[in-house]
């Protein structure tokens, strides 16, 4: 999987599969034949699409949805656009510590390997929420949902190396700052603070979680897909987010290219032991300073894994 390149728009991307040359094309589907993919926020945009793509490889591919009859039509749609049957679902609310919980014991009583976990699930609210935990929601959704599940999980992939996390963060992380008494927004909130905030979690989480599996054959590394064309944001009343949803779709680049370096992380043999990195554009990046602060990375890990109560969260390295 190589991106390629510019916005995207237009009828490119609906060709970009059968553009791609056979031999890269039989060399991912050699890769990724057998591999078992768990995608979170796969029934829309750059999760539907990233899910799709992994199913055109041949690889078994399990997406998460909220919605019963929407999950059940993106599986039928994925399995009749890719030839390949083995995409199933599960159904779960990421922002609900239970459901995450459930979601994993019942994905492990199903698979007894995952290869390729994509946190891709996320939201952004313009108002101050809170999740069913009493969190607030953009923190419970965009990362704490992460850092649970892929906890949780974490066992199920030491048993499949090598086996690799994705998650999905974004340049807004640039404008986010991690403040250990505001975390949730309690002195202030306004509609993005918390949505960059909480990307930052996402590349912070990346890098502390690639320090403690190092030398176990998982590897994880974080990306920013670009300004993409999708359902994001949408719960959003107001006249802001109603010329946001206007404008962005001219601007912004198509799901099937926003999900290109999801899919390269996914699949390319290029980055197989590759981790702890940031991506954009299939490319390594360096975010921003606030995202390189190994002191805050543990700290985050801390506070998030008490949370989530989750005390067998990954130990320290000895």
């Not at 995952?114 to 935990?133: I, K, P, Y």
């Not at 506070?303 to 969260?313: F, I, P, R, W, Y």
């Amino acid at each position: 999987m190589q991106c390629t390149g510019g916005t995207g728009r237009g009828g490119d991307d609906k060709n970009k599969w059968q553009l791609r040359s056979k031999k890269v094309k039989e060399k991912l589907k050699d890769n990724m034949s057998g591999k078992i993919c768990l995608v979170t926020g796969a029934t829309d945009g750059i999760g539907k699409a990233t899910a799709r793509e992994l199913a055109r490889m041949d690889a078994t591919v399990v997406i998460v949805g909220r919605n019963d009859q929407k999950t059940s039509q993106v599986v039928e749609e994925i399995r009749a656009e890719s030839g390949n049957k083995n995409v199933d679902s599960l159904l779960a609310d990421l922002s609900s510590q239970q459901e995450s919980r459930r979601l994993a014991e019942e994905f492990k009583s199903k698979y007894a390997h995952l290869h390729v976990l994509l946190n891709n699930a996320g939201g952004t609210f313009a108002t101050r929420q809170l999740s069913v935990d009493g969190i607030e929601m953009t923190f419970a959704l965009n990362h704490l949902a992460y850092f649970l599940l892929t906890n949780l999980l974490l066992d199920t992939m030491k048993v499949s190396t090598p086996a690799r996390i994705i998650n999905v963060s974004s340049d807004a992380h640039s404008r986010g700052k991690i403040e250990f008494d505001n975390l949730q927004g309690e002195r202030s909130y306004s509609s993005f603070e918390p949505y960059g905030n909480s990307k930052l979690a996402n590349i912070l989480f990346t890098t502390e979680l690639a320090r403690r599996l190092e030398g176990m054959g998982v590897t994880v590394n974080a990306l920013h897909p670009g300004l993409t064309s999708t359902g994001f944001g949408k719960n959003n009343p107001g006249f802001l987010m109603k010329i946001m949803g206007a404008v962005i779709p001219l601007i912004a680049r198509s799901p099937e290219k926003g999900a290109e370096t999801s899919i390269y992380l996914a699949s390319s043999p290029e980055v197989q032991s590759i981790t702890g990195k940031f991506f954009v554009d299939c490319k390594v990046t360096r975010p921003a300073p606030q995202a390189t602060d190994s002191a805050v990375a543990k700290k985050l890990w801390d506070v998030s894994a008490e949370m989530v109560h989750l005390a067998d969260a990954v130990p320290e390295m000895a």
